[in-house]
RNA sequence: GGAGAGGUGGCAGAGUGGCCGAAUGCGCUGCCUUGCUAAGGCAGUGAGCCUUUACGGGUUCCGAGGGUUCGAAUCCCUCCCUCUCCGCCA
């Protein structure tokens, strides 16, 4: 969320950022609530002050004259009573407000309502020019067994699927190919809970507004399993005042992702484009309060995936995503698209998220600067590989007019040296 | 799941109704002293909110939320969490 004072200082600002990302929200009902909050927080820290001050008094009257004095500090006692009520009312609302205003984005984000209005600011790779008619990767999924949907759906419903053979070791291949290459780049690795409470999804800006899109536990216990790692692994310290020479914090992560995707029937319905559950590594960084130095992890997270892109030989774009396609939280984001030939387009694979102080003041995650200042630390994050996603682009990008499959040289030693999976095709 | 214990400042740990935002120790910071691979002395050392140009002042916070009381870290209720033992179990 956003810094009250903030808030009150630049309403115009705010207005105008959620304006730009397609959000409603009221600021001048905020500004409303913060004048007779600072009225109330006057009036009750005078009223308990003087209440304080008659009780001491009380203490040390003697003892006949106690009582009396008790009774008049009883009739004070009730007009504070009231503020107090007045105050917390005041504060509910306030706090339940301010969960809702978005992250002002940046001036470098483009105008835009939906996805369609992203800017594409390169393209690295060619998409491959078949001479052949290409497979879809469910066609190649199905034709080699490596993936069956039939199955999926009738242990956990639609948009559910199991992979078989080979394709569950280039699963894991991938996964662990992204993982150790940012454990190389210096990233700490983590292993942490897929199951959190709903605490951690407001804290990371999931919640309110996505409960639709997570699965949440019955009402005995009160978790929710994420849709990504970033949740846990951002919300790590949550509540804790780091000390600022510990900063930046680089991690990585690998998940299971758990995704409804509510009110997206018969959106991507084939294959594993859209999926209730998929394997995901995920890179998140934490540092101190400071504009440049989050740029220059923007940049510096993106080109890490970008990495993994090329190293695994696949052609893709970045974009810079519009207002209307930010989310609530977001100072600016980059999205890297990886060429799909099923899609004939380019399909959304990663997601580099800059919120600047956005997650950490919900989470109340902050450090000690060398000035010995307490100040809520900056937050991004990106995705390094999406297991099902990735699957798509591997098979179809890099399929053989035989329905075979070469795999990447950065892969191979993850499949025992193997250069190719499948057999032909008959 | 059963039985018990407990949640206090960066850590450890006192504190069972007013003198407690909280002893003491450790840690950390600064100054001083001695001079030898270290020790000693003194001082300081939580966060939020309101207010103030500033110095400062006020107030809240002792797991969370309610209650009793003129007054609560201390008493009562609800919830959460941690630990120990037993049971079950990957």
Redesign the pocket.
């Given at each position: 969320m956003l810094?009250?004072?903030f808030i009150?200082q630049n309403p115009d600002a705010v207005k105008a950022g959620a304006l730009k990302k397609h959000i409603v929200c009221d600021v001048d009902r905020i500004l409303e609530l913060?004048v007779e909050?600072?009225e109330l927080?006057?009036s009750?820290?005078?009223a308990?002050?003087?209440?304080?001050?008659?009780?001491?008094?009380?203490?040390?009257a003697p003892p006949e004259e106690?009582?009396a004095?008790?009774?008049?500090?009883?009739e004070?006692?009730a007009a504070?009573?009231a503020m107090e009520a007045r105050q917390?009312e005041v504060q509910e609302e306030l706090d339940r407000l301010l969960l809702l205003v978005p992250n002002v984005p940046a001036a470098e984000v483009p105008e835009g309502g939906t996805d369609e209005e992203n800017v594409e600011l390169r393209k690295v790779g060619e998409p491959r020019q078949f001479d052949f008619a290409p497979r879809s990767h469910s066609e190649l999924g199905e034709a080699h067994h490596w993936i069956d949907v039939v199955r999926g759906a009738r242990l956990a419903g639609s948009r559910n699927y199991v992979l078989l053979g080979d394709m569950s070791l280039l699963e894991h291949a991938v996964m662990r190919f992204a993982f150790d290459s940012m454990v190389a780049r210096g990233f700490t690795p983590l292993s942490v809970p897929t199951l959190v409470?709903s605490e951690t999804m407001v804290g990371t800006g999931y919640f309110p507004g996505g409960e639709d899109q997570a699965y949440k536990c019955d009402e005995?216990?009160?978790l929710c399993l994420v849709g990504t790692a970033e949740v846990p692994v951002t919300a790590l310290y949550q509540d804790?005042?780091l000390d600022g020479a510990d900063l930046p914090m680089k991690f990585v992560a690998q998940s299971t992702c758990y995704r409804r995707e509510a009110g997206t029937y018969g959106k991507d319905t084939k294959g594993l484009y859209r999926v209730h559950q998929f394997q995901k590594v995920e890179q998140v960084v934490l540092d101190v309060a400071d504009e440049a130095r989050s740029l220059a992890h923007h940049e510096a997270i993106l080109g890490n995936s970008e990495a993994i892109l090329q190293a695994l030989e696949l052609p893709y774009r970045v974009v810079n995503v519009c207002g209307g396609d930010l989310g609530q939280p977001q100072i600016q984001k980059f999205d890297i698209e990886t060429w799909m030939p099923s899609r004939d387009s380019y399909g959304e694979t990663h997601s580099a998220s800059r919120f600047h102080d956005f997650q950490a003041r919900r989470l109340?995650l902050?450090y000690?600067d060398a000035e010995?200042?307490?100040?809520h630390v900056h937050t991004l994050n990106n995705t390094v590989a999406a297991s099902t996603r990735m699957l798509i682009a591997l098979l179809e990008n890099h399929q053989n007019s035989d329905g075979t499959v070469a795999i990447p040289e950065a892969l191979q030693s993850y499949l025992g040296g193997r250069k190719s999976i499948g057999r032909p095709i008959e």
């Open positions: 810094d009250l004072k009150v913060d909050r600072r927080v006057g009750v820290d005078a308990r002050s003087a209440a304080k001050a008659a009780g001491k008094t009380i203490a040390q106690r009582a004095l008790a009774a008049k500090q009883g004070s006692k504070l009573k917390k409470r005995r216990d009160d804790e005042i109340n902050r000690r010995g200042k307490v100040r």
